[in-house]
T-cell receptor
Framework: DAGVIQSPRHEVTEMGQEVTLRCKPI?????LFWYRQTMMRGLELLIY????????DSGMPEDRFSAKMPNASFSTLKIQPSEPRDSAVYFC?????????????FGPGTRLTVL | GQQLNQSPQSMFIQEGEDVSMNCTSS?????WLWYKQDPGEGPVLLIA?????ELTSNGRLTAQFGITRKDSFLNISASIPSDVGIYFC????????????????FGQGTILTVHP
């Protein structure tokens, strides 16, 4: 079975540009999570969805960040406008289905560099 | 709070040695998860523990759910070079009502280096 798929794997952009990160969760999972990882702050939960509905977005840094999940197999995380401090690795994870909802499976991540 | 503290922060060992690391919290957790992250990849779930005192193995890895429910341990036996990576413990956060809905708190990680 395919794991969590993220695209792009790497993104380099200039400050002020819009960035869109994409995620396809594992089929059958009903929870989807967006994380950000930096050396300074480790893994931070940004937002998570259950059955395509945003449940908790308290980790979203500011209004420049938004996330959507239009259907069970696709989610996006958008940053507009991007800033250099947004440079990090962004992970998508999913859980649920036949497995325990706490057992999150991570994608390979998108390494974002904002110049 | 619900912070998870991992120790040691880093380990440098020789191939073939056994490894022990632990994770502690001031709060009770009902589930403990151990993940490994290879460079340039996402964390991979190694072991999940759901019962105090539970001891679970996955190949050369063994993890234990502490009986106080405030700690967990991960052991790796006969380490090999591919064990290199960052090991994270994680547990579900509890909301004000005492339940959790899949949100995980992660430790800061233990960096493992294995010398051939």
């Amino acid at each position: 079975d395919a794991g969590v798929i993220q695209s792009p794997r790497h993104e380099v952009t200039e400050m002020g540009q819009e960035v869109t990160l994409r995620c396809k969760p594992i089929s059958g999972h009903d929870y989807l999570f967006w994380y950000r990882q930096t050396m300074m702050r480790g893994l931070e939960l940004l937002i998570y969805f259950n059955n395509n509905v945003p449940i908790d977005d308290s980790g979203m840094p500011e209004d420049r960040f938004s996330a959507k999940m239009p259907n069970a197999s696709f989610s996006t995380l958008k940053i507009q406008p991007s800033e250099p401090r947004d440079s990090a690795v962004y992970f998508c994870a999913s859980s649920g289905g036949l497995a325990h909802y706490n057992e999150q499976f991570f994608g390979p991540g998108t390494r974002l560099t904002v110049l | 709070g619900q912070q998870l503290n991992q120790s040691p922060q880093s380990m440098f060992i020789q191939e073939g040695e056994d490894v022990s690391m632990n994770c502690t919290s001031s709060s009770i957790f009902n589930t403990w998860l151990w993940y490994k992250q290879d460079p340039g990849e996402g964390p991979v779930l190694l072991i999940a523990l759901y019962k105090a005192g539970e001891l679970t193995s996955n190949g050369r890895l063994t993890a234990q759910f502490g009986i106080t429910r405030k700690d967990s341990f991960l052991n790796i036996s006969a380490s090999i070079p591919s064990d290199v990576g960052i090991y994270f413990c994680a547990g579900p956060r509890a909301n004000a009502g005492g339940t959790s809905y899949g949100k995980l708190t992660f430790g800061q990680g233990t960096i493992l280096t294995v010398h051939p």
